[in-house]
């Protein structure tokens, strides 16, 4: 047993020590350096792309559901208007209700931030461009992303009102009820990829074949299409968005959790929620749609190497495509379909999503002895 | 959680001061909030300083490469366990200020139950472990090591824990279901 062990240790180091680390530019930077490095490329990868998705979904492709033009004024086609909008946050005044809890309120909001970094800590962009490559990764990302509930919980108590506490409730049980369909979706992928490294995952997809045609590589939308159609419901779910969207249903309870917030504060919990919305897109392109991989026959057309240095460069740019196209399908969904009840969205979880999961897990697992 | 993600980091370019210093910076955290925990006048402030004892707890596991218990401890103990007692809390008693029910004749009971605890699982630590030291590289255990022991060579104890927990569950429904 410990023989066998060391050599599984052993073959894992060689697999990690054989990618390209840098070698472009062959020196090693202290450990302070590439951390202060990761803070700052962190910073980037949560801000963009919940800015881009703020004025690109919000601001204008609702605009242009609903036949209007949305924000035109700052800037060309109203593209500064989001610097407006976060000075305005920036110089409202913090308030504090009389009743609350001041530490838990003023601390609420960080929690569910500090859950959406730790989420995009495990996503891959790129052979090697990655934050930390955890053995664990699918798991750990599923882990930490369940972290937000206790935030939004903290909101809704520390706030002293009813409609808060009522909406952090809320929040708690949609949250607990939809992670079960999330993980076990999951399963399916992992069971067909043989890992939970999200790196792993990707790699299983580039050198996957399709009844023996590899040309397109095996995105795991596809053969797991159950799991994909699950995976995206069950991340609207937790992202509390809008057919899911009783934590903060205007009509019925103000804006829930959120209620009592203002200015500054209230844009934290704002910056979370896109900010989340893009981390779980980026996650699911990377377990369905192929992650920062090009299919096989384009790398073979323009002659690049799947795990080469270039797609440190190109795997970011394919990752921030896949997300945009799914962060469109959460946001297009948003604006569609009308709130569900409270019944029927824990119905819906139990009774259709968790059967149905088990349904693909038992599927998956058997094509994968069969095959 | 993070902080111990940066320490892992560092492990896998062997710089142990850093380590020893994350190390530092958990427990401390750790010990702080246990004692506030027990100290604290609110429940659901008691609620919230477990969650932080319970977050270092998982820190101290990804320093020690163990990743896949250091994953489960987030996801049983923080998002599901510690979200179940703060919504239980927070539907019976949410009370905001201080309780001043929450202290009781039995504490002197309590603190020498924890003291015999920490008695016997010093005793232990030190009879297995000695003067034993930790490898100054340590690689992440693998997730494939972990489930080969699980579904190896612990399996029948593995099997007899989930009927045991399956029992517990079906026992807590026919008790909470009176009709």
């Known amino acids: ?371 | 959680m993070t902080a111990a993600i940066l320490a892992q980091e560092a492990l896998s370019r062997t710089e142990s001061g850093v380590v020893n210093g994350f190390f530092a910076v958990l427990a401390i955290v750790a010990i702080v909030s246990a004692l506030k925990m027990v100290t604290s006048s609110n429940v659901v402030h008691a609620a919230l300083y477990l969650l932080v004892v319970l977050s270092a707890v998982a820190g101290v596991y990804v320093i020690l490469g163990a990743e896949f218990v250091a994953a489960t401890q987030v996801l049983v103990y923080l998002g599901a366990i510690m979200v179940l007692l703060l919504f239980g809390v927070m539907l019976t008693r949410a009370k905001i200020g201080t309780d001043t029910d929450l202290d009781n004749e039995q504490r002197w009971i309590g603190a020498l139950v924890g003291a015999g605890m920490l008695a016997v699982m010093t005793y232990s630590l030190w009879e297995g472990f000695g003067d034993d030291k930790l490898p100054d590289t340590m690689v992440p255990q693998p997730t494939q090591a972990v489930s080969d022991s699980i579904f190896g060579t612990y399996l029948v104890p593995f099997e007899a824990l989930s009927l045991l927990l399956l029992a517990a569950l079906i026992g807590a429904v026919v008790v909470a279901r009176r009709d």
Request: proline share 5%; hydrophobic share 60%.
């Open chain 1, 1 to 371: 047993m410990p023989l066998s062990t060391l050599a599984l240790l052993a073959s894992f180091t060689n697999q990690v020590s054989a990618s390209p680390k840098l070698a472009l530019l062959a020196v090693e930077f202290p450990y302070w350096a590439t951390t202060l490095f990761k803070l700052l490329m962190a910073f980037i990868a949560v801000l963009i792309p919940a800015g881009g998705t703020v004025y690109l979904y919000l601001f204008k492709m609702v605009s242009f559901m609903q036949s209007r033009l949305g924000p035109m004024e700052a800037g060309p086609y109203g593209s500064l208007q989001l610097m407006a909008e976060v000075g305005k946050f920036a110089q409202k005044e913090d308030i504090f209700p009389a009743r609350a809890d001041r530490f838990v309120f003023a601390a609420a909001p960080y929690v569910v931030l500090v859950s959406t970094f730790l989420l995009v800590l495990v996503i891959p962009f790129g052979p090697d461009a990655a934050f930390a490559n955890f053995d664990v990764g699918v798991f750990l990302a599923l882990a930490v992303s369940s972290l937000s509930v206790i935030g939004i919980l903290m909101a809704g108590w520390a706030s002293a009102s009813k409609y808060s506490l009522l909406g952090g409730l809320r929040a708690a049980g949609q949250l607990i009820a939809y992670e079960l369909p999330l993980v076990l979706a999951v399963v399916g992928v992992v069971i067909q990829a043989g890992s939970l490294n999200l790196q792993r995952i990707v790699q299983a997809q580039v050198e996957g074949e399709i009844f023996g045609w590899g040309a397109l590589g095996n995105p795991f939308f596809l053969t797991q299409i159950i799991g994909f159609f699950i995976f995206l419901v069950a991340v609207q779910a937790e992202l509390a968005q809008v057919p899911f969207d009783m934590p903060v249903a205007e009509s019925e309870l103000v804006s829930g959790y959120m209620t009592e917030y203002s200015g500054f504060r209230f844009l934290l919990f704002f910056i979370a929620e896109f900010a989340t919305a893009n981390i779980f897109a980026f996650l699911a392109s990377v377990l369905f749609l192929g992650g920062w991989s090009l299919p096989p026959f384009v790398t073979d057309i323009f002659g690049i190497d799947s795990y080469s240095n270039a797609m440190n460069v190109i795997g970011p740019i394919v990752m921030a495509t896949k997300m945009l196209l799914l962060t469109f399908v959460i946001y297009w969904v948003r604006f569609t379909y009308p709130r569900f009840r409270e019944d029927q969205l824990q119905r819906f979880a139990w009774k259709f999503l968790i059967p149905l999961a088990l349904f693909n897990i038992a599927l998956t697992g058997f094509f994968k002895v069969a095959l």
